[in-house]
């Protein structure tokens, strides 16, 4: 039974690297990022080239993993995004859904339709009992980091100068770019950002959910659960949402199989019917 | 008056397009079309992929000739979508004026097109999908490439022989899945065996943690799994993740779980993993070594049994056509397939009269490694399996 | 709803004759129109494309009815285009064969469930209105994937086979019958949502989309309206949803797949939304674009859709909103120059 939940928290832990990205462009930027699926393949699909093909070490293809998709982040940032900010929301769905499109169509023409997959140490294989509980040791590793990685965002975020300057340039940009705030440079940084975050979560979901061309748009559901779920004005909600949403999925499917995805998405509706700004959000 | 400008506008484009539609049908007599309909987009484009990749590589090695006619292959995509497949099955029937129609990646698909095939009186060959009833949707189905249950006998008998007796099953929650759980049960309790818990897995899942759990909870023998290839590796994983490989539960598959396509990337986890499957890239056979070679050098990537589906349904029309020396008459082609047989890279198939099914050996295999690339190794062989479930009809 | 207009408005002129005015007809109207049901004798081989082109185009319609008309976005349009063909295809299994009686019973059941789903969508964001919209759609395509007893699951609902429309029209192989039938049925619905959304409950619904605190003070009441006009986009897109199944005689998960909505979606996008012809319109645009982008590159066509789309809105945007497709006329111009 604890193994079960430990395995939620895992998935929870997943859900949320995978988001994160889209938390910080969705829930800052206030920009639907449907491609955000793409970048996230990105990042997967260097971790298996990088393995494979180079035969770099794992623990190394995870930051070239997050530097590879922030670099194709930051130059899709100046070149498309940029021209998308002011625009609505059915736009920016629109947009980003034609790049998810051309994403699908690139990866398989470079990469082939079928699964990649990728060989994990053996340090990172098999599994270790604590205290009569069974854990894998990768998702205990997948845990960690993810939890490390919550937590600096979060001090990024609230403590730092980049922070607070983001935080004022989503806020109103007219006003943050009179008090000098380089609004443009500071939006290009924070979606190189979401975008390398996407990509570590890519190269990091790779082993447990596979990845082939068609990923962006089988996860993009997900991804958009977790951040709506979490309410969008703070990291914590789609942390906890994440967590919640993990933990509730792989219990359900344990307990209940018959209900299979309902769980996940009856606890979406639920949480929207009541919180429509999401779960944990402040309100603005 | 922008407005009325801007409507005037807009109808101009819809007209201008709608002129479009006037493509030109181009008819020729001396050739024979074949409508190859295949997911090529989509969740399912692998199969597709692999399916395409061994038609033109049947007519590039064996000619665009037979009986005198030119074959033409015309290859659409219908998306993995069913009404998509419809509309295109019938677009070529009626404007193309196929004589074969082929292809059909998965279930609901092949389903969708049948009715169609009863109405025009055209031979369908199904390439890919692997539902037992398939055949029995119109009288002019014909398959090649295997069924479910067919395949399931194979490993359900090896492990009654090898000692299971308590099994459970975990399959993909979808037409073939059933089937392959149903077969797996009846043939181990006939044997005296057991299935102690049954789990289906839906078909978009992205994490098989819960499932494998409830697995290691039961402490079976032996579990036997089916997912659609594809999803295998990540499967093997999260299996040895689990540590359900070093408690003592034996994991027994179709080959769907080690498709050739995906095996070697698999890695270690997969090594010693038993599965029951009607074609292995490693069969030892002449006819088999040549197709590999040519088929990898052609497609740069290992033929899978969907390959297989593919070449051999090319096979059969070829030589149905030699047989009515040419006539596109379907009822003719039909009948001249039913009952065929031949040599293929898989070993000896045949068209079942009766049930249009294809009969042909089941091999159990073990992954080894061969050359330093892991194969599905045969090891055992039943001869000339039809379809159980038409078969016990 | 039409009551809550006062009588004595009416009877003034300048309103009537300003609805009058925005209600007639247009000489392009009339000869779209016109050339829609010509190319059942010019076209006969493009019949079952056209067929979907004209489905399509209705359940983009229906879409266009609650964005264009009450600026709800929706992803899961497809829930009640799903109600709707699952609904077609169960009354022709189970004995009521007759199209005509099976499209408007599904329609009416669609309908239903879009009375129902309606009053979620009333509080919130876009983006709450964007999850929303789609997780009621995911829970549709998860229920009709658990009654596989009755929905077939997966493998899709077989032995469909609809009688005669009205008793004489068979359904023949060309796709002719189809074709008329879902033209005609597209027709009417279109002339049905014509009158509604230049009557006086449409301008409310426009003033209501533009601003609706504005709308709230001079006396429209918000709720009902939006949920009126849901249900009846719903109706429409469960009688879509019904055409599909009763020309193709067959129904499978995909009827409520996300994708399905994001096509009407992209569709209303190309053709513009919020003047009932960008639906249609946007149809033979994207229905065309796909199907000869596939025939082109089978494998590869996704990604010049995505091209497309890209540069569509990149360049569109303006126009767009008012709901011009202009910056697509030089495309189709491109692809329309290919003619024999």
Known sequence: MLTILFDGIAYGMLLFVMAAGLAVTLGLMNFVNLAHGAFAMAGGYATVVLMTRFGVPFLACLPLAFLFSAALGLVFERTLYVRMYERSHLDQVLFSIGLVFMAIAAADYLMGSSQQNIQLPSYLQGRITVAGVGIGVYRLFLVVICGLMALGLQLILARTRFGSQLRAAVDDRRVARGLGIPVGTVFAITFAFGSGLAGLGGALSAEIVGLDPGFPLKFMLYFLIVVTVGGTSSLTGPLLAALLLGVADVMGKYLVPQLGAFIIYAMMLAVLMIRPQGLFARGR | ????????????????????????????????????????????????????????????????????????????????????????????????????????????????????????????????????????????????????????????????????KKAMSLVTDYGPGIDAEKTFKERLTAAGGEVIGEVRVPLRNPDFAPFLQRVSDAKPDALFVFVPSGFGSQFMKQFVERGLDKSGVRLIATGDV???????????????????????????????????????????????????????????????????????????????????????????????????????????????????????????????????????? | ??????????????????????????????????????????????????????????????????????????????????????????????????????????????????????????????LTRL???????????????????????????????????????????????????????????????????????????????????????????????????????????????ALLTQTTQFVSLEVLDFSRSADALLVLVIGGSGYLYGGLIGAIAFKLMKDTLSAMTPAYWIFWMGFILVILVLIGRDRLVAGIARPFAPLLRLIGGRRP
Do not use: C
């Open chain 2, 1 to 164: 008056m922008t407005s009325r400008f801007a409507f005037s506008r807009r109808a101009a484009i819809a007209l201008g397009g709608a002129l479009v539609l006037a493509g030109s049908p181009a008819l020729a007599q001396e050739t024979v079309k074949i409508g190859l309909i295949l997911p090529m987009t989509g969740p399912s484009a692998s199969t597709g992929r692999q399916v395409e990749a061994a038609a033109k590589l049947y007519i590039a090695e064996k000619g665009a000739t037979v009986a005198g006619k030119k074959i033409e292959l015309i290859v659409k995509d219908d998306t993995g979508t069913p009404d998509v497949t419809r509309r295109i099955a019938q677009e070529l029937l009626v404007n193309d004026k196929v004589s074969v129609l082929a292809g059909f990646g998965l279930t609901p698909l092949a389903f969708a097109a049948a009715p169609l095939a009863t109405q025009s009186k055209t031979p369908m060959v199904v390439m890919a999908a692997a539902t037992s009833s398939i055949t029995e949707q119109s009288p002019y189905i014909v398959r090649t490439s295997f069924t479910l249950p067919q395949v399931t006998i194979g490993i359900a008998d090896w492990a009654s022989k090898n000692g299971v």
């Open chain 2, 258 to 393: 080690t498709d050739d396509d995906q095996v070697d990337s698999m890695g270690d986890v997969a090594l010693g993993t038993v599965t029951s499957h009607h074609y292995s890239a490693n069969h030892n056979s002449p006819e088999n070594k040549a197709f590999v070679a040519a088929f990898t050098k052609a497609a740069n990537m290992r033929p899978n049994f969907m390959a297989m589906g593919g070449w051999d349904g090319m096979n059969l029309i070829y030589e149905a056509l030699k047989k009515t020396n040419g006539s596109t008459d379907g009822t003719a082609l039909l009948e001249a397939m039913k009952g065929m047989s031949w040599t293929s890279p898989r070993g000896p198939i045949s068209i079942d009269p009766k049930t249009r099914d294809i009969v042909q050996n089941v091999y159990v295999r073990k992954v080894e490694r061969v050359d330093g690339q892991l194969y599905n190794v045969e090891f055992s062989t039943f001869e000339a399996v039809a379809d159980p479930v038409k078969a016990a009809k």
């Open chain 3, 1 to 126: 709803m039409l009551t809550s207009v006062p009588p004595e408005t009416r009877e003034t002129s300048a309103p009537a004759a300003f609805l009058n005015a925005k209600a007639a007809w247009r000489w392009p109207e009339y000869l779209f129109w016109l050339s829609a049901f010509a190319l059942i004798l010019l076209l006969p081989n493009r019949h079952l494309l056209m067929n979907e082109i004209a489905i399509l185009g209705l359940f983009a319609l229906s879409l266009d009815l609650i964005l264009g008309y009450a600026g709800i976005v929706s992803l899961g349009h497809a829930a009640f285009f799903g109600v709707g063909a699952y609904a077609a295809g169960l009354l022709t299994k189970y004995g009521v064969t007759e199209p005509v009686t099976g499209l408007l019973i599904s329609g009416a059941l669609a309908g239903a469930a879009g009375f129902l789903a309606s009053f979620m969508i009333l509080r919130g964001t876009d």
């Open chain 3, 131 to 241: 999850m929303v919209t789609l997780g009621v759609a995911l829970i549709f395509h998860e229920i009709a994937n658990r009654l596989d007893w009755i929905t077939g699951g997966t493998d899709g609902l077989l032995g469909v086979a609809p009688s005669a429309i009205l008793g004489r029209f068979e359904f023949d192989f060309t796709g002719r019958t189809a074709y008329v039938y879902s033209l005609s049925v597209t027709f009417l619905l279109f002339l049905a949502a014509r009158r509604i959304v230049n009557s006086p409950f449409g301008l409310s619904l426009k003033a209501l989309k533009d601003n609706r605190l504005r709308a709230a003070t001079i006396g429209i009441a918000p709720n009902r309206r939006l949920i009126a006009i849901y249900t009846l986009a719903a109706v429409y897109a469960g009688m879509a949803g």
